[in-house]
Each structure stands twice: as C-alpha cells, then as structure tokens.
C-alpha cells in the first residue's frame, strides 16, 4: 500500500523518520510530506493557506496513482480529511494520529503571531497529558527541529463539500481514549460528533501515548498505521 503521511503544525517529513522503518519493513511505499510554506517568512508564506495543504496532498495522491492510505497527525488530520473528500476513490482509508475528523469549516487552532508566522511554542506550553511520555532528550532534539507555519494555516476554515468523505474507511489512533471511551466523549463535542457520526467505517485505537507518539513511541505507532492499512 502506498501511505502518506501529513505532519502536524510545525513539523516536516523529517518527523516520521523513526516511524517509516517499521511501515516500510511491512511492505508498504511512504510518502512523508512537508507542508507548503514551513520554515518560510512571513513574506513568503501570507498567502498561504489551509487549502493550499490540502492541494498539496491530493497533488500527491495523483502523483502515486493508486489507491493511498492517507495518514494526518493532529492539524494534518484536517488536511487528510479534505483530501479524502477530493478523491474519495483514491484513498483507501485515512488515519488520524491523534486528532479528530472535522467538521466543516472546522479549523485547527489558534496560537500566537509572530513577526507575521506562527513559531513553536516551545514543549512547556502543552498540557502535561500530550507531552507526559516526551523525556528531556526528546524535547531537546525535536524543538530545534521544529518549523514555523503559515499565519493562516490554523485559523482557516476546512473547506470539505459534498460529504463523499464519509465512504472512506476511517481508523483513530487515539493517544489515551479506547473505542468506547472515545464514543461516548466525543457526543458532546457538537460538530465534531456529527461528523464521526456520518463515517460509515470508524474504528478507534488506543495508542497509550501522548500527542507526539511519533517522537515518543515510534515503533508502535508504525505499528498502528501497519495494522490499519489492511
């Protein structure tokens, strides 16, 4: 199976390095992206939206020309889900790492500006259940790694249309929720229980990790991916 996989904000295709070995040892092709516009300056990244992610990927599931597993950590799940409405015949199942299928108009979120893009924050600035299994090594090797985004890209609006999404299989790598846990939690989040409601295959795992299972837990989260791309 051919496998993208979207980082989340602040990350590049460098992020999935300790995880493509053990998808690629199952047989599988990957494709790790960076987003258009990380690491650039304000200059060369205002115009730079959300949808602009997202054409970029589906750009990459026409460029592989076969049916994909498209895989959206965090912020990146909103990009795989509006990618799967644009080629619903493409991808044959989309996996979100710890995040959600959004709604539409649904965003990702909103963090500080800064000299016209969007820094990371810094590790501390995370609730202490997403960055618990990330020991002091790991924080200090990623951050420094880790990108600015476009200001637009977390406040822009999800563009998702039609609602021919909701044929494509869908599995949840939940960071500390298992499949019941999720369902019942996720009927008070409005939209967003509209939508996981309207996935006609949904299934949810529960990884036992933070939000950064990439970093802290990279086997397993190979793992997952291998075993929801059946």
Do not use: C
């Amino acid at each position: 199976m051919e496998i993208i996989l979207i980082p989340g904000l602040w990350l590049d295709a460098d992020s999935w390095s300790d995880v493509i070995p053990t998808i690629e040892a199952a047989g599988h092709r990957t494709h790790a992206l960076t987003m258009p516009g990380v690491g650039a300056t304000a200059a060369e990244s205002a115009d730079i939206g959300i949808q602009d992610w997202v054409d970029a990927v589906v750009a990459e599931i026409d460029r592989v020309d076969a049916p994909v597993v498209v895989v959206g950590h965090s912020g990146g799940g909103n990009v795989a889900w509006a990618a799967a409405e644009a080629r619903p015949d493409r991808v044959a199942r989309v996996v979100f790492v710890d995040t959600v299928a959004p709604p539409e108009g649904g965003q990702i979120s909103e963090f500080d500006v800064v000299d016209g893009v969007i820094p990371f924050p810094g590790w501390d600035f995370f609730d202490d259940d997403d960055v618990a299994d990330l020991d002091a090594e790991t924080r200090a090797r990623t951050a420094p790694a880790a990108k600015s985004v476009p200001a637009r890209v977390p406040t822009d609006p999800i563009a998702l249309g039609e609602g021919r999404r909701h044929t494509v299989p869908v599995t949840l790598l939940s960071g500390g929720m298992d499949d019941a846990t999720f369902r019942q939690v996720i009927t008070q989040w409005g939209p967003y229980a509209d939508e996981f409601a309207s996935i006609q295959d949904a299934e949810v795992v529960r990884l036992g990790t933070g939000h950064w299972p990439q970093f802290s837990k990279p086997a397993e989260l190979g793992q997952a991916i291998v075993a929801a791309a059946r």
